[in-house]
């Protein structure tokens, strides 16, 4: 999800490159030999439905409102909007006419059935390291157990010469992928299970993992430099750190870890957003086994250069301060009048069902971003089959302004110990103005 920037960058790499004189030849990636796949086989769809959960395929597939993997959902890039495709089994609008080998092209190297190259919102970097069993399973679910619908797909709004795609194939010669999967050095077979799952199928470096020059992935592993999985900005908010590190997930325990990924939620924090769809299409459907497998990686990445794996201890100066009325600062006045009610005047909220804000990750994170997103739309908590209650936090864009959120959010990320940096109103205007602009999705309603 949300990594069309790729290729925003990788068009604008292929013309400079077309610029200056030199033109590579255009040779399509080889397919595959056509595998035997029994898709009717009732094993190997159950599996395919699984990896599917594990890809987070239904995320960028399935627009709000429109059917399962039919498309429509928009992705906005900074030159324009394109729309994530139906992939259902239709044979004219989806990909009931693909074969196995047109199949494993598209996700492993990003390319279409006609040789275009597809884009990297597609994050089929991560996919090329999945296994030739997965892949297969994967054609197997889509081809015989979802349900084929007719539904074309959207043009995107970018236009000529940006929206030549040839250009992205210059970004896939030096950025497409590192397949196959390598297992850490020296890993048991559950942190090697869990690293498999946090490269390929789960492609969480995607988001979490910062990007370079042409928005590509800085690392697609854990590596020396500490780099992979140390937290990203994209489409206009953060994906943290996700480090055994201060600044990341330094002080939880891999059975939070785990909670987290199945339920959305733990005593100290919850998803929303972008990572709230992943729990709800995603982990929450991972076996025990496998989200213990992905914790017990995500223990191994050590800190970087810099960072600590603890976390200070917090020191609560803030809440006899409100108890007494003591703190007269407009963002203590805003907090209590608008925030205290849930998350209360010591800054623990409600265990598992309204976060705690003091000593929060995102509530502290360097880059304050998602904390202004989510304050000015709202959210609710992911929907999962293991909670009775999916709590929502009600918008404030509409209720406050720039200068009065920066208050409150400045506030929270410096009480109860925390120590994150002032917001201002600029930084919640900028986010504002994205929020404005952002695209709608394309749901015609299909035709089955």
């Given amino acids: 999800m949300n990594f069309l920037k790729y290729g925003v960058a990788a068009a604008a790499m292929g013309v400079a490159i077309v610029g200056g004189g030199f033109v590579a030849p255009m040779m399509l990636a080889p397919r595959s030999h056509a595998a035997d796949v029994n898709i009717t086989n009732p094993q190997m769809i159950a599996h395919g439905r699984y990896v599917a959960d594990l890809a987070d395929c239904a995320a960028c597939h399935t627009a709000p409102g429109g059917k399962p993997f039919a498309g429509g959902l928009a992705m906005a890039t ?31 190297q990003g390319i279409g059935k006609d040789g275009s190259p597809l884009y990297p919102a597609m994050p089929y970097v991560s996919y090329s390291k999945l296994t030739d069993q997965d ?35 210059f970004w896939n010669m030096l950025f497409g992928g590192s397949g196959p999967f390598v297992p850490p050095k020296g890993a048991t077979p559950e942190v090697a299970r869990g690293a498999y799952l946090v490269e390929a199928a789960g492609h969480c470096g995607a988001c979490h993992t910062p990007h370079g020059s042409f928005f590509q992935e800085k ?42 990924l199945k339920t959305g939620r733990t005593t100290r924090t919850a998803a929303f957003d972008g990572m709230g769809e992943v729990v709800e299409h995603s982990t929450q459907h991972l076996t025990a086994a496998d989200a213990s497998a992905i914790a017990a990686y995500l223990a191994t990445l050590s800190p970087r250069p810099g960072h600590t794996a603890s976390v200070a201890k917090l020191t609560d100066a803030t809440t006899a301060k409100l108890l007494d009325n003591a703190d007269r600062s407009p963002g ?29 990750s995102v509530v502290t994170a360097a880059d304050p971003s998602a904390l202004i997103r989510l304050t000015l739309t709202g959210g ?13 936090m009600p918008e404030f864009e509409s209720r406050l302004d720039n200068g009065q959120l920066a208050d409150i959010l400045t506030f929270v990320r410096k009480s109860w110990g925390n120590t994150g940096a002032p917001v201002t109103a600029e930084n919640v205007a900028a986010i504002r103005s994205k929020l404005a602009h952002e695209p709608d999705n394309y749901v015609p309603g299909g035709v089955d």
């Avoid at 609710?380 to 929502?392: G, I, L």
């Fill in 135 to 169: 892949v297969r399973a994967l054609y197997a679910y889509f081809m015989s157990a979802v349900k084929p619908v007719s539904q074309p797909n959207h043009a995107s709004t970018i236009a000529w010469p940006m929206s030549m795609r040839w250009p992205l194939r």
């Fill in 380 to 392: 609710a908590m992911p929907y999962v089959r293991s909670e009775k209650m999916d709590p929502s």
């Fill in 78 to 108: 900074p030159i324009g909007t394109i729309y994530s495709p139906n992939i259902t089994p239709d044979k004219t609008t989806g990909i009931g006419s693909y074969d196995y080998a047109d199949f494993e092209r598209a996700v492993r």
């Fill in 332 to 360: 203590a006045l805003g907090y209590v009048a608008t925030c205290a009610a849930c998350h209360r005047l010591n800054g623990q909220g409600t265990p598992r069902i309204f976060p705690a804000l003091a000593g929060n």
């Fill in 219 to 260: 690392a697609l592993s854990n590596g020396p430099n500490g780099v992979y999985l140390s937290g990203s900005k994209f489409a206009g908010a953060y994906a943290p750190d996700l480090r055994n590190e201060d600044t990341g997930l330094a002080g939880w325990s891999q059975a939070e870890i785990v909670d987290f």
